[in-house]
């Protein structure tokens, strides 16, 4: 009974935040931020954090927008972690305002928690997780070390306590190639933009052959300068995502032999460079995610069973779940016919389904944050880990 008390608690401690919640998120939703330069939202975050009490330090690991708050002392040192940083041109198509403002609900409401039975509730403030990977810099530099639990919930179109998420590694290339007049003196050019172009099509006879849950994708950001002159220079940015390390090293390799072959074909020279963060797959912690899926259905949420075919791409997140035991859940604020990155999205993450999957979305955690602390709970997440 104890615990089911102090769950109610919780619950209404986050429901007496609502208001603020639902204008912290819809602040950060109206003022989009690219990675690392989400200065408004970290800055309201923290202020909201500094006014409920925590202890705040800004600028951690070396960047300018991340930051740990924390209430409390000692272990168990529970993280909930918050994203805040926008997609470009589509604003928050990926609705890091609610994952900001629900991690900051659900620890608020947990200071109740950590009065009574110790320990720690720490917000990990993590910017540029879209494309820069912050998180990966955040493990490097130790930021995990003392944490117990993570824990992050993310808007989709389900409910869902486990995911999928792939290894994903960035690769740019450049071929560099002859301009010449391309009606006129033709064959005195190297035609870079036909390397990238034969690139391209080996990928394409390549992908036939990769495992399903595989993925490579990419677009060219330059492709020449003028139909009439033979293209010089091309350029292009690729993504492969794999289901576990092991694979995407070895995909990787496949896919730098179908640049290296079109440079030997095309005579244009290639330059490359794997950008230096590399996407870890998610590694699901079972008994912390059981927790989580009682609580989110306690709310009145049916929780789907886990997916693999559900694909979420890929997330910096699981890079913190190889180090600490962790959850990526998500929440339904769309139906099913809304896709992530989407302007159709963006909208819905300031839409009442967005506001209600914010305020489920604190709930459960700050339920599963008093679940976490029971005696042996913490023992049989790090077993299982």
């Known amino acids: 009974m104890e615990i089911e008390k102090l769950k109610l608690k919780v619950k209404d401690s986050v429901e007496l935040q609502r208001q603020q919640l639902i204008q912290l998120s819809l602040n950060i939703h109206d003022n989009p931020e690219l990675g690392f330069e989400?200065?408004?939202?970290?800055?309201w975050l923290t202020g909201y954090l500094e006014?409920?009490?925590?202890?705040?330090?800004?600028?951690?690991?070396?960047?300018?927008?991340?930051?740990?708050a924390t209430y409390g002392q000692g272990s168990p040192r529970i993280a909930l972690l918050a994203e805040y940083d926008a997609l470009p041109k589509m604003g928050h198509g990926c609705g890091h305002n609610i994952i900001a403002a629900s991690a900051l609900g659900a620890a608020v409401a947990s200071k109740s928690i950590i009065d009574q039975s110790g320990g720690s509730v720490v917000v990990l403030g993590t910017p540029g997780e879209e494309v820069f990977g912050g998180k990966i810099d955040m493990v490097k530099a130790g930021t995990f070390k003392e944490i117990d639990v993570a824990m992050i919930v993310h808007p989709n179109i389900r409910n869902?306590?486990?995911?999928?998420?792939?290894?994903?590694?960035?690769?740019e290339v450049e071929f560099f190639g002859q301009p010449a007049h391309a009606a006129a003196q033709p064959y005195r050019g190297i035609n870079a933009l036909e390397a990238m172009i034969l690139a391209f099509t080996s990928i394409n006879s390549l992908r036939q052959h990769i495992r399903g849950e595989a993925r490579i994708h990419g677009i060219i950001t330059d492709g020449g300068e003028a139909p009439n002159i033979v293209p010089a220079h091309s350029a292009a940015v690729f993504l492969i995502r794999a289901p576990d390390n092991e694979y995407l090293a070895e995909l990787k390799d496949k896919v730098l032999n179908?640049?290296?072959?079109?440079?030997?074909?095309?005579?244009a020279r290639l330059e490359y460079r794997w950008r230096?963060?590399?996407?870890?797959?998610?590694?699901?912690?079972?008994?912390?995610?059981?927790?989580?899926?009682?609580?989110?259905?306690?709310l009145g949420r049916h929780v789907e069973a886990?997916?693999?075919?559900?694909?979420?791409?890929?997330?910096?997140?699981?890079?913190?779940?190889?180090?600490v035991p962790s959850i990526h859940p998500t929440i339904a604020i769309?139906?099913?016919e809304v896709f992530i990155h989407t302007q159709e999205f963006a909208s819905a993450a300031a839409s009442e389904a967005g506001h209600e999957g914010l305020m489920d979305a604190a709930k459960a955690m700050a339920m599963t944050v008093a679940d976490i602390l029971q005696p042996g709970m913490l023992d049989r997440i790090k077993q299982e880990f």
Do not use: H, W
Request: net charge negative.
């Open 160 to 171: 869902m306590v486990a995911i999928q998420a792939l290894a994903c590694s960035s690769l």
């Open 334 to 336: 769309a139906s099913p």
């Open 306 to 323: 886990f997916d693999p075919r559900f694909g979420f791409g890929s997330t910096d997140m699981g890079n913190v779940s190889q180090v």
């Open 51 to 68: 006014d409920s009490g925590f202890y705040v330090e800004r600028g951690i690991a070396g960047l300018a927008t991340a930051f740990r």
């Open 276 to 298: 230096d963060r590399t996407y870890a797959p998610m590694k699901n912690n079972a008994p912390l995610a059981g927790l989580f899926k009682q609580n989110l259905e306690s």
């Open 258 to 267: 179908c640049f290296t072959g079109a440079s030997v074909a095309s005579g």
């Open 38 to 43: 989400e200065e408004k939202a970290s800055a």
